[in-house]
């Protein structure tokens, strides 16, 4: 039973990353901009962000909130909701007390124990005025009549009541409390990491039961993708970086040095981080700053190591792949040609022994939106064959970042 | 928004998208339809344009980041020695038949011969494998390279 | 107006479409008078044009010479990088005596001058026998050089027989007189037309035979040469098309606000199943699609998947079909062969990729409308246009440019019919472009094909029953139904029906499964790409199987053929057929006869130990009978061998829940030139036999001469195309 169990929560895990998808932001209902609220929506809409929301809950390929987006688990399948005004559908008949201990406990509406796929046990940090400013935004838009198709899920999945025991274990139920003693702006960047960013979520090793570990920012793997270490460790973490090149990663996805976001980070970041305020971006740069290190996960490339050309055949094989599909985002030499988010130098996936976010890269593709338009880079399984894939992985790592990874063709096994 | 561009030795303000791709600028707002679109996402290389004498692939390279650097197009190409001597020989080797790609073929060739007069078979495939010939005149773009890097001024 | 009337093939050919994609010869000629429709010329020689003024001689649909001496061709037949413009130049100069570079070539107008007198429409392809071309357009030629030698010895007070014409100028020897064609044209306009044509023998030809540069390179290295693509017009709008995705279905909203806030966007224009943005450039015209988020509903087709088209033609293979050809009694032969193989060989869907994206720049007014595009089938063209607004066809002019890439795609004109649709709803000029992502997903695909085949050989080694069941699309009955015989799509057995063989005892039957949620088309090569895979590798099998050289079988099993044992022997020469080979090397032999040209060809492949395919080496023997033009041959067979490679190892198009899930070169695989194999092609031309046709040859040749490769090199039998996947220990399991 707890074999399965823990399989359960590995799988919640997997989208506690949340953000796998494109979706844009649904535009509040400018009628409202005049009235007496209208501030607190326009407030209520930046935290909105923040809190990353849309990812999740943006319809499949659209921008309306209305849910429905899956979230497959081995044992089933998740439906993100509808978070539009709608009563019957959607979140209209919320009052603020059931808006806020659905927020905090995860207990919805009629003490329905939500799923941990709401990272309710960070936005639990939220103060009551920012989480029903955010209630306030919702509100001012278009209210969506569309119901999500129901979960999926095999018993004993189907049963909400056991998250009772799983909040019990690992949720604090606690609000977010300014830290005496220290700065302004480092307790602004904590509230915006941990009670809204839900950072931890991703980038925090999980328990046995899939609570965090104590070794917060340590990184760890989400369905598939290595969120990285994010303590001030010099050579696990970001402790090399510099202010400049964390504050660019965080507002932009990309950092001159230490290459691209891609995957669930570059959604963080076209969802919300970029929305962010410079104040606010390094706010939360402080607060990163000052995570006690812990020398766990790969370690962190410095600068492009371009190697000698050719060394095993799969190398070469990946190098003449590499020229024909990639070189023409990237260059021959990796660094970038034709925006700054295919510089590959210095990447931190280049550096990892298992290669995780770029096998995902090469699998699934990425996307993000920028200030300078849409970056992406298309999924190539369907074409190239697994060991064509597992070559290409093979060079880009062994050329730009100077490890001797064999990355196995099974990877890409769809 | 407005960008100053230099294209072809001339420079030209343009008012469009800072996002808009230095394909669409060229073609559409300033009439140079010889850099052609194939594929819209850096696969093909039909779109291919020297900035400041590198092979771009314009369709994904903004006119923000193409502002302020010299760019060069298949039509001004044979003002370079490289390009002439490249378009030269494509003729001279019968290389093309529809055409539609070698806008790109020719504008990766120039930059390719003007960093490497000499390439060998295995830097021609590092420099030419990113653009796409369906009409499969690959045989012939190798050997008019090599023609024309064997006609040293 | 459609009359299809197709001739009867000769030689093994079947009654079908020859040369679809064109040798420098394929299209049919006419020769007629008409009255001059002035057009764009797209490509000229060194010698600028002459404005159209003042006098014009021009004596058939296909020359036109102003008497400031600019010599104009009127090309019927689309440019789309198979050298045609050159290849009936050539036809045209040699008996009208002029040099290449003394002509301007000039796309014809869609124009009733233009109509093939066989197919019964304008069209670059097979649509007729090559002869076509080979005799009128060179009787074309001679007939304004005889008009024009009459002219000046009536000048002269000379007999016509004195003078002899050269270089675009009469001499009159005895005298040494001398008058240029422009200064003739005026005189040579009024003599009547010739009502008996003398040809050239062929040993006084001085250009066909000969290797002249290309007429439309030129242009094609500097950017001026100008696709469909590249029309710009005064006033013109751009717009991007997206249709449902599905085919079946039907927009059923969309946001009109959101797409006309992009800056740039003018307009939304619906049709029921499409919707297209229109701005002022293409990236606004991209960006107001993705604004304007179209919804869809679905329809019928929303569930199918490849799978499910190809069980059920599975289940119809099972029962038996139109017969195609019967001789002997296969069931009997089989049944008392040595040996016998039964196998399944099955055919991906293909899209056609050519790199210029599908495109139409069209401005309809009340009156009549203009129609800017490459197109195989000016006439379909402007039928197209017609029907969708209702204008008469004579009011439509189009406008033909040079095409990037053809390989049967724009011998289809929906595209410019949907075109029309939403052009007909604004005033102005607008360019409607397919993104590439719409050129693959709405591509009208090669069929997929699901051959049963049973052969069998017996003691001797010689072939002892034959039975191909072909199971697929009609192409031909949603084309031309015309060309439909009882059922039979003689196109979908091309290449089965007539193999080179001797095969007492044959059955070849057709089975029509028309798929859903797919429109098939031709496709380069057509039924020869087909069928000749699934001959030649069962051939091979056989051979294998009874322990032969698959070289000798095939001479042996060809023996009264002597063009296919003179290329068979040429290119086991060129080839080194026999020769020892590293470890994990094969070659691979095929033998064709398609398009009225002979070709074997031979590959070599390497396999790396991790199922990487590597292609060394490919040669090909041809004989396409004269050779008007070689070095476009040459080329021909280059880039077939290379469409064909592609094809082979990479590609096919596969749908789930009604949409085709392949969308961009990155799902759809082209070779690359660090992949591509040095090809050497050796013409044994026969001068005396029919023209055959050479655009699809190399194609055809491609999969049969790799699968065995790959067959000698590993001893795996691929039966399904596409092959790289197969080779990989991780997909092959899948
Ligand atoms: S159009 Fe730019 S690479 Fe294909
Ligand atoms: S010449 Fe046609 S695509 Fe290259």
Same mark, same amino acid.
């Given at each position: 039973m707890m074999f399965r169990l823990k399989d359960w929560m590995t799988g919640v895990a997997s989208v506690l990353?949340?953000?796998?998808y494109c979706a844009a932001f649904a535009q509040g209902?400018?009628?409202?901009?005049?009235?007496?609220g209208a501030e607190r929506i326009k407030q209520g809409e930046y935290l909105f962000r923040a809190a990353d =929301?849309?990812?999740?809950?943006?319809e499949p390929g659209g921008?309306?909130? %209305?849910?429905?987006r899956a979230f497959t688990l081995p044992f089933g399948s998740i439906f993100a909701v509808n978070i539009?005004?709608?009563?019957k559908t959607g979140i209209?008949?919320?009052?603020d007390e059931e808006w806020l201990k659905m927020l905090r406990s995860g207990v919805g509406r009629g003490g329905k124990h939500l799923y941990p796929v709401m990272p309710y046990t960070a936005y639990t940090l939220m103060s009551d005025e920012d989480a029903l400013a955010i209630k306030a935004y919702l509100f001012s838009l278009h209210p969506e009549h569309a119901a999500p198709p129901r979960n999926q899920l095999s018993f004993p999945f189907n049963?909400?009541?056991?998250?009772i025991f799983w909040n019990w274990l690992n949720n604090p139920d606690k609000r977010f409390k300014p830290v005496s003693g220290k700065s302004a702006e480092w307790n602004r960047g904590a509230y915006l990491t941990?009670?809204?960013?839900?950072c931890s979520q991703c980038h925090t090793p999980r328990t046995l039961t899939y609570g965090l570990s104590s070794?917060?920012?340590?990184g760890t793997v989400q369905m598939g993708w290595r969120a990285y270490?994010? %303590?001030?460790?010099p050579n696990h973490g970001?402790?090399?970086?510099?202010d400049e090149q964390l504050k660019s990663y965080l507002a932009t996805g990309k950092a001159s040095g230490k290459g691209p976001a891609s995957g669930p980070m570059a959604e963080a970041v076209e969802h919300?981080?970029?929305?962010?305020t410079p104040e606010d971006i390094t706010a939360i740069v402080v607060y990163l700053r000052s995570l006690a290190p812990i020398a766990e996960g790969p370690v962190v490339q410095s600068s492009l190591k371009v190697q000698?050309?050719?060394?095993?055949e799969t190398e070469s094989r990946g190098q003449m792949l590499f020229v024909q599909a990639?070189?023409?985002?990237?260059?021959p030499d990796g660094r970038?040609?034709?925006?700054?988010?295919?510089?590959?130098?210095?990447?931190?996936s280049l550096s990892d022994p298992e290669a995780l976010n770029l096998i995902q890269v090469l699998r699934e593709g990425t996307s993000l939106e920028t200030a300078q338009g849409r970056v992406f880079m298309p999924g190539f399984t369907k074409t190239y064959t697994a060991e064509e894939l597992a070559a290409i992985a093979t060079y880009v790592t062994a050329h730009f970042g100077g490890s001797n990874v064999a990355v196995k063709p099974s990877v890409f096994k769809n | 928004m407005s960008f100053d561009l230099h294209i072809n030795g001339a420079a030209q303000t343009v008012d469009v998208?800072?996002?808009?791709?230095l394909l669409w600028v060229l073609?559409?707002?300033?009439?140079?339809?010889?850099t052609k679109y194939g594929c819209?996402?850096?696969? =093909?290389?039909?779109c291919t344009v020297h900035l400041d004498g590198a092979p771009v692939?314009?369709?994904?390279?903004?006119v923000a980041a193409a502002a302020g650097h010299h760019i060069t197009t298949i039509e001004a190409i044979e003002q370079t020695e490289a390009g002439a001597k490249v378009q030269q020989a494509w003729l001279d080797e019968e290389?093309?038949? =529809?055409?539609?790609c070698q806008s790109g073929q020719i504008m990766a060739v120039t930059a390719l011969l003007q960093n490497n007069p000499h390439p060998t078979d295995a830097d021609i495939d590092d420099a030419m494998a990113g653009n796409i010939c369906r009409c499969g005149t690959y045989v012939r773009i190798r050997k008019a390279i090599h023609r024309a890097a064997s006609q040293d001024a | 107006m459609r009359k299809w009337n197709r001739t009867q093939g000769e030689g093994?050919?079947?009654p079908t479409r020859r040369a679809l994609l064109g040798g420098v010869l394929a299209g049919g000629g006419g020769f007629l008078l008409s009255a001059f429709v002035p057009g764009l010329p797209l490509i000229r020689a060194s010698k600028a044009q002459d404005a159209?003024?003042?006098?014009?001689?021009?004596?058939?649909?296909f020359i036109r010479i102003t008497s400031q001496g600019g010599v104009t061709l009127i090309m019927r037949h689309a440019e789309m990088g198979q050298g045609i413009y050159t290849g009936i130049s050539m036809l045209l100069a040699e008996e009208l005596e002029?040099?290449?570079?003394?002509v301007s070539v000039e796309a014809a107008p869609?124009?009733?001058?233009?109509?093939d007198s066989v197919a019964g429409e304008e069209e670059t392809?097979?649509?007729?026998?090559?002869r076509d071309s080979w005799v009128p357009l060179r009787e074309a030629g001679a007939a304004a050089r005889m008009m024009l030698i009459a002219a000046a010895a009536e000048q002269w007070g000379v007999?016509?027989?004195a003078c002899t014409a050269r270089h675009g100028t009469v001499f009159h020897h005895a005298s040494g007189r001398s008058t240029s064609y422009g200064a003739l044209a005026e005189a040579a306009a009024r003599q009547?037309?010739?009502?008996k044509i003398t040809l050239k023998s062929p040993?006084?030809? %001085?250009?066909?035979g000969t290797s002249p540069r290309?007429?439309?390179t030129k242009a094609k290295t500097n950017g001026s040469a100008r696709f469909g693509i590249d029309v710009q017009i005064p006033g013109m709008k751009i717009g991007c098309i997206k249709a449902c995705?599905?085919?079946?279905g039907h927009l059923t909203g969309y946001n009109r606000a959101a797409a006309l806030a992009?800056?740039?966007?003018?307009d939304v224009l619906t049709l029921p199943d499409a919707i297209a943005v229109i701005a002022s450039h293409m990236w606004a015209a991209l960006k107001g699609q993705e604004a304007a988020a179209p919804a869809w509903d679905?329809?019928?087709?929303?569930?199918?998947?490849t799978t499910d088209i190809v069980a059920r033609m599975k289940a119809a293979s099972e029962q038996s079909g139109v017969t195609a050809l019967k001789t002997g009694n296969a069931e009997e032969a089989l049944k008392r062969a040595h040996t016998r193989i039964e196998a399944v060989y099955e055919l991906p869907f293909l899209a056609?990729?050519?790199?210029?994206?599908i495109n139409t720049t069209l401005h309809i007014r009340p009156d009549g409308a203009d129609v800017w595009v490459g197109t195989q089938v000016p006439g379909r063209a402007r039928q197209e246009v017609a029907d969708a607004t209702?204008?008469?066809?004579?009011?439509i002019a189009v406008h033909n440019h040079l095409i990037g890439g053809g390989f049967g795609r724009r011998l289809d004109s929906n595209s410019i019919g949907q075109a029309a649709r939403f052009a007909k709803q604004v005033s102005y000029p607008v360019k409607l472009i397919w993104t590439r992502e719409e050129d693959i997903t709405q591509d009208q695909f090669r069929p997929y094909y699901y051959d049963r085949i049973s052969a069998g050989l017996a003691a001797d080694g010689t072939i002892s029953g034959w039975h191909h069941r072909t199971t697929g699309s009609a192409v031909t009955a949603r084309?031309?139904?015309?060309?439909?015989q009882n059922g039979l799509d003689p196109d979908a057995v091309e290449g089965a029906a007539q193999t080179p063989y001797v095969m007492a005892d044959q059955l070849v039957e057709f089975v029509r499964d028309e798929p859903d949620a797919v429109t098939t088309l031709w496709w380069r090569g057509v039924g020869p790409t087909h069928n000749v895979f699934v001959v030649e590798s069962m051939i091979d099998e056989l051979a294998h199987t009874s322990g032969q050289d698959p070289l000798a079988l095939r001479k042996k099993l060809a023996a009264h053929q002597p063009r296919a044992i003179k290329v068979l022997d040429e290119v086991a020469k060129q080839s080194g057929w026999g020769r020892a080979l590293p470890v994990g090397h094969g070659l691979g032999i095929a033998l064709h006869y398609s398009f009225q040209t002979w070709a074997a060809t031979v590959l070599e492949v390497a396999v790396e130990k991790s199922g990487q395919i590597r292609l060394i080496r490919v040669d090909s023997a041809v004989d396409c009978?004269?050779?008007?033009f070689p070095d476009g041959v040459v080329a021909q067979i280059q880039g077939g061998l290379i469409f064909g490679l592609t094809m082979a190892l990479y590609n096919e198009i596969t749908l789930k829940n009604g949409q085709v899930e392949q969308s961009n070169f990155h799902n759809y695989r082209m070779m690359r030139l660090n992949e591509a194999p040095d090809i050497r092609v050796h013409l044994v031309p026969d001068p005396d036999a029919e023209i055959g046709g050479i655009g699809e040859v190399g194609t055809v040749a491609a999969a049969p001469a790799l699968a065995n490769a790959l067959f000698a090199a590993t001893g795996k039998r691929l039966r399904?195309?596409?092959f790289a996947k197969q080779f990989s220990k991780v997909d092959a399991s899948l």
């Open positions: 990353g949340c953000v796998f209902n400018a009628s409202d901009a005049h009235s007496a =929301c849309a990812a999740c809950h943006a921008t309306k909130l %209305t849910g429905g539009t005004p709608d009563k209209g008949d919320y009052t049963q909400r009541w056991s998250m941990e009670a809204l960013g839900h070794k917060a920012y340590a270490n994010l %303590t001030s460790d970001l402790g090399g970086w510099t919300g981080l970029r929305y962010m000698d050309k050719t060394q095993t990639c070189a023409g985002c990237h260059l970038g040609r034709q925006s700054e988010w295919a510089a590959l130098a210095g990447a931190h | 998208p800072s996002d808009m791709p073609r559409d707002i300033l009439g140079l339809t010889g819209g996402v850096a696969q =093909c290389g039909a692939r314009s369709c994904l390279l903004t290389v093309i038949q =529809c055409g539609y | 093994l050919s079947p159209v003024t003042g006098i014009v001689f021009s004596p058939n649909a002029v040099g290449l570079d003394q869609a124009d009733p001058a233009y109509v392809g097979g649509s007729s026998s090559t007999p016509a027989s009547p037309v010739p009502k040993t006084d030809f %001085t250009v066909i290309r007429l439309d995705p599905v085919k079946g992009v800056p740039g966007v003018v679905y329809g019928p087709n929303a569930h199918i998947a056609h990729a050519a790199l210029e994206p209702g204008l008469p066809p004579e009011s084309w031309y139904p015309e060309g439909m009978g004269p050779i008007v399904r195309i596409p």
